[in-house]
């Protein structure tokens, strides 16, 4: 029952995704619509001069709002030369986007837009910015509209799936094409195919006898259960579609990351950071080639909607240029450079093609290491709760469709080689307190978690928990091996400080870099500007009013800081399905109806925590151990985004946190929706494990039909 509602769910999903025409977006004026009072008067026409307007547009897409909850109809106009070539009015509606039907297509020439009140319409307020140059004279400086332009709807949805297609070819160049796209998703459907079945059927509760081959490893990869495997091969297919939805360098910062594994693999050596390009001349070119600011920076551009656009994309990348870069300060300077390290051998293997080429393949790389993620949290699982084998399938899964992992997975982004490290140390502590502590799995914990720290600083959060749950194990461990306990917790704490030591020895004596991070010169926080309350100062008082009131309401004297709840603006709504630093999303009713699953969830986890609470008492040191390193982490995310936001605004109202920085403890997560699927009861648990696959099958479907649409349509 729970497979064929899980069906119904992904069936749904895709069915309203594709079904019907939908408008495709053609660009932006390169305006971001930001809040900035314009009147327009009765009867008064403001023009506006553009120096590119689409061809092919039939809607014209205006900020507006207005002093009532009302927009009047809005009459725009595309002229050139004092003709009127296309001209439309717009329905009443209410604040935000106002779409305005032209009569005529635009011909992508240079015009005029000009915006006019309706007949008797007293004023209307347009959103725009503050410009240079060209734009609107009016009180408060010169202002400049923010429009999108959109074409025709194709007449069914083969007409505008064949648009989707050829516009992401445009996009592609070398082997890759629009099959791409249509690869993508056959390997998704392989992998959302596979997991259902994976669910539903659930690993052998005794893997098969093998014969052990390579020594140790064949003898280790042997003993691990088939599901294991797949539950990795799961992962590692979904985040390979990831890699090709996504546009070259259109991950967050990818570009950044690029650069600095392209530095690591040419000269041997991470970008100091100092004041300098930061990426290559064959990079840059590329990057003028994909126009990556534009689609990095504007949701609603689209750069790639006729031939002309590929002709020049390969026209740029043909041009190469030097590899080297000047190792100059980015948004990934300061990063440790493990996981770079890593990418620079694919980076090297493939380095006889092009730049493109080379991209994918550290992509493939970072969905080989979502798999690894996922392997690692389904052997937590099986170590955690050993007794249901389907609810280790049915965490690891949930983990694997996690729209923000999946992306992420999909991207050369130092975060996936620190999920697949905190994975494996969550494995390693729960052996550890399952079968005690020695020098080997001292070694391990310490080993993963130096893995983490080089691959991310955040992963320094754990540590406080790390250490209390070594302390505990040796504390509960008897007597008679207590000395060798002890020996396990100063492996664990050599093989931690022996290479991040030598790492800072490095930066500051071979690479010219800062002690953890890169050049101080390069990449700083800074000093924190003066605000209208006078210099703002980081204190104890101040720390805590942020933490507090980002998990609760203010209380009595304390000063408001943030202008919504930042538990579900930060933590929640990102989690479930915003991507590209929050640029595009899921609809909003997916976040309501995720907001009651996860409630169904924590009531069953809590049900099956109650039932079995003469276990969880006797675990409750190892449970400890697990909590103290998400506050640890959440305490240390905090502590940097308290001076952030404070340097930055003084306000509060910019956002440092993010929840991927959360996700080395993805684990934990599994955890408890294998607790929710063996709370509904034995009748109906593994049914409750099904659903909630299928569930995060249809967030992770919609999440790629989205991005398909964001940068395609």
């Not at 994909?290 to 740029?316: C, G, I, K, M, Q």
């Not at 450079?337 to 994918?360: C, D, G, I, K």
């Not at 690692?376 to 949930?398: D, K, Q």
Request: hydrophobic share 50%; with cysteine.
């Amino acid at each position: 029952m729970g497979a064929v509602i899980g069906l119904g769910l992904i069936s749904g999903v895709a069915a309203i995704s594709l079904i019907g025409p939908h408008p495709l977006g053609l660009g932006t004026n390169a305006v971001t619509p930001k809040k900035a009072v314009v009147p327009l008067p009765a009867r008064h026409r403001l023009c506006v001069r553009q120096p590119t307007i689409p061809g092919g547009a039939d809607v014209v897409r205006l900020a507006a709002t207005s002093l009532d909850l009302d927009i009047r109809p809005i009459t725009v106009e595309i002229r050139r030369s004092g003709r009127v070539l296309g001209s439309g009015t717009s329905e009443p509606g209410r604040p935000g986007w106002i779409d305005v039907p032209l009569s005529s297509p635009t011909d992508g020439r240079p015009g005029e837009i000009a915006c006019v009140s309706s007949p008797g319409e007293p004023q209307i307020w347009l959103f725009g910015q503050q410009v240079r140059g060209g734009g609107l004279a009016t009180p408060k400086g010169r202002v400049n509209f923010a429009m999108t332009f959109q074409g025709a709807e194709p007449s069914n949805f083969l007409d505008w799936a064949r648009v989707i297609f050829r516009r992401y070819g445009y996009g592609q160049i070398g082997a890759f094409g629009s099959w791409t796209l249509l690869a993508a998703g056959l390997l998704f459907l392989a992998a959302a195919g596979l997991a259902l079945w994976l669910v539903a059927r659930g690993p052998r509760t005794r893997p098969r006898p093998r014969e052990p081959r390579f020594g140790r490893v064949g003898a280790l990869a042997a003993r691990m259960p088939l599901a294991a495997w797949l539950c990795a091969l799961v992962a590692a297919l979904n985040a390979t579609a990831w890699s090709l939805v996504v546009p070259a360098f259109g991950g967050g910062d990818e570009s950044d990351h690029v650069a600095y594994v392209q530095h690591l693999a040419e000269t041997g050596a991470p970008p100091s950071g100092r004041t300098a390009p930061a990426y290559s001349e064959e990079e840059r070119n590329l990057l003028k080639g994909l126009e990556n600011h534009r689609v990095s920076l504007r949701v609603d551009d689209r750069p790639f909607t006729s031939r002309s656009d590929h002709d020049r994309l390969e026209r740029l990348a043909s041009m190469g240029g030097d590899r080297t870069g000047a190792g100059g300060s980015s948004n990934a300077t300061n990063n440790p450079p493990l996981y770079y390290a890593v990418e620079a051998v694919a980076y090297r293997l493939t380095a006889w093609t092009s730049l493109f080429n080379r991209l994918h393949a550290m992509r493939f790389v970072s969905a080989l290491l979502a798999g690894l993620t996922v392997m690692l949290v389904f052997l937590f699982l099986r170590e955690l709760l050993p007794r249901v084998p389907w609810a280790w399938s049915a965490g690891s899964l949930t983990v694997a469709f996690l729209p923000l992992f999946g992306a992420i997975s999909g991207t050369v982004k130092d975060d996936n080689l620190a999920y697949a490290a905190a994975a494996g140390l969550l494995l390693a502590l729960v052996l550890s307190f399952k079968r005690g502590l020695d020098t080997r799995r001292g070694f391990v914990i310490g080993a993963l978690t130096a893995v983490g720290v080089l691959s991310r600083i955040a992963v320094l959060g754990l540590l406080p928990g790390i250490a209390v749950g070594l302390l505990l194990i040796v504390h509960r461990t008897t007597p008679e091996r207590r000395r060798e306990a002890i020996r396990g917790v100063i492996a664990a704490a050599a093989t931690l400080a022996a290479p991040v030591l030598v790492y800072m020895l490095l930066n500051t004596t071979v690479w010219d870099r800062g002690l953890l991070t890169g050049h101080p010169g390069g990449h700083r926080l800074g000093n924190p500007p003066a605000s209208a309350a006078g210099t703002n100062v980081h204190t104890i008082s101040g720390w805590f009013d942020y933490v507090w009131q980002f998990y609760l309401p203010s209380l009595p004297g304390m000063h408001p800081h943030f202008p919504n709840y930042q538990l579900r603006h930060v933590w929640f709504e990102p989690f479930v399905g915003m991507l590209g630093y929050r640029q595009f999303e899921l609809p909003s009713v997916v976040f309501t109806v995720a907001f009651g699953v996860y409630v169904v969830v924590a009531a069953l986890a809590l049900r099956e925590l109650r039932v079995r609470r003469a276990a969880v008492r006797a675990r409750l040191g190892e449970l400890a151990t697990y909590l103290l390193m998400l506050v640890g982490l959440l305490l240390l995310l905090h502590t940097i985004g308290y001076v952030v936001r404070l340097g930055q605004t003084g306000d509060f109202s910019s956002i440092f946190e993010q929840v991927r920085y959360l996700f080395p403890l993805l684990g934990l997560y599994a955890g408890l929706i294998a607790l929710a699927a063996r709370g509904a009861g034995p009748a109906l648990g593994r049914g409750t494990g099904v659903l909630l696959v299928a569930l995060a099958i249809s967030a992770g479907m919609a999440a790629q039909l989205i991005t398909v649409w964001r940068f395609y349509g």
